[in-house]
């Protein structure tokens, strides 16, 4: 079904759109990524306040000066003006139309390039270095990070020197969570989802139509997302099928200690019952959040081993946990 969109009625939704930025200048020397763009968006839902701590914690750390984007859940006005198909939930439609208003910044403010990310992700230990060797004046759109159900079955043939175009034939590609954009791949996104609204990253293949040769995905990804936890719903618990089906489609090989990892889920549930004591470092204190989680040695051992206990303080815990900005 296609439904007649009314494109002004989007755009005017856009334009009201309650929208709160906040500039964060985490160094007064910026590094190649922040002398590269113009502007570094994170989206983050004003509900959740962990979430904001922990990309404030994560960008600090990696010196990475980014606009805050905190937003509020849509209301039911704004959910019908866009899900005229009814092909969307509303948090994948409140998704949407927070990255419909970065884009739209982009092309207002006239800039040259940007980077959105999502709040949920987590950095290549060697991100800066690989996003300097891959990064091209001329490129218009790069997926930092896919979620690419095709990868180990098609689309891993492709890679040519950290980047790939998926194969046209391959399906389920995904990654919303940190997307490079030219002004020039800034309106077209931009054209494309207000002409037909669905959820953000849904038509990756027509980006990498339009822009032949200057549209990839990175390989290996230079961010994931933590999928043990979603605000779409869109989880992949703790050692299910789903989590091992994610992993062996979407990677070959994939090794937890090339990343940071951090699992907001697991603080998220079991902080308010575990304290954290004097004597507790992040490694110590992590472990009895991980214990009251599963219950089982193995599990246990398997979490442990995936999380950045050496890049992580206690202190950015109880940062993460009680700060409110």
């Known amino acids: 079904m296609n439904t007649k969109i009314d494109k002004k009625s989007i755009i005017n ?26 502007k570094i968006f994170v989206i983050n839902l004003e509900k959740d306040k962990l979430r904001k701590n922990y990309i404030c914690i994560l960008m600090k750390k ?21 899900n005229k198909d009814d092909n969307l939930t509303m ?3 409140g998704c949407l139309m927070s990255h419909l208003w970065c884009l739209q910044k982009i092309i207002k403010e006239n800039y040259k390039n940007a980077i959105i990310f999502e709040d949920d992700i987590i950095l290549h230990k060697n991100f800066h270095r690989l996003f300097k060797e ?3 004046e001329n490129y218009n759109f790069l997926i930092l990070g896919a979620c690419d159900f095709s990868f180990s079955s098609i689309n891993h043939k492709e890679v040519n020197n950290g980047l790939y175009v998926p194969n046209k034939h391959s399906t389920n590609v995904y990654g919303a969570h940190a997307n490079y954009y030219s002004l020039e791949g800034a309106k077209k996104m931009f054209e494309i989802k207000t002409r037909f609204p669905s959820f953000v990253d849904s038509d990756y293949h027509s980006m990498f139509q339009w822009f032949t040769d200057t549209s990839f995905i990175c390989y290996p990804n230079l961010v994931v997302s933590d999928i043990s936890t979603s605000n779409l719903s869109h989880t992949y618990p703790f050692f ?16 937890f200690n090339e ?3 951090i699992y907001l889920d697991i603080i998220g549930q079991q902080n308010k019952n575990v304290n954290i004591l004097d004597s507790d470092t992040f490694e110590t204190y992590m472990m009895k959040l991980i214990y009251c989680t599963f219950y089982n040695k193995t599990k246990e051992l398997v979490i442990k081993n995936r999380i950045a206990m050496n890049f992580y ?13």
Do not use: G, H
Request: proline share 1%; aromatic share 16%; charged share 20%.
């Open 13 to 38: 939704r856009i334009d009201n759109y309650a929208v709160n930025t906040v500039d964060i200048i985490n160094t007064k020397t910026p590094l190649f990524i922040n002398r590269a763009l113009d």
């Open 240 to 255: 299910s099928v789903y989590e091992t089906n994610y992993y062996n489609k979407c990677f070959i090989n994939f090794d």
């Open 62 to 82: 990696y010196k990475i000066n980014f606009t805050l984007i905190t937003v509020q859940k849509i209301n039911n006005q704004t959910y019908q003006t866009i």
């Open 134 to 136: 891959l990064y091209r």
């Open 259 to 261: 990343y940071n990892f």
């Open 313 to 325: 303080t206690i202190n950015d815990i109880k940062w993460m946990i009680n700060c409110t900005i």
């Open 91 to 93: 948090a994948e439609c």
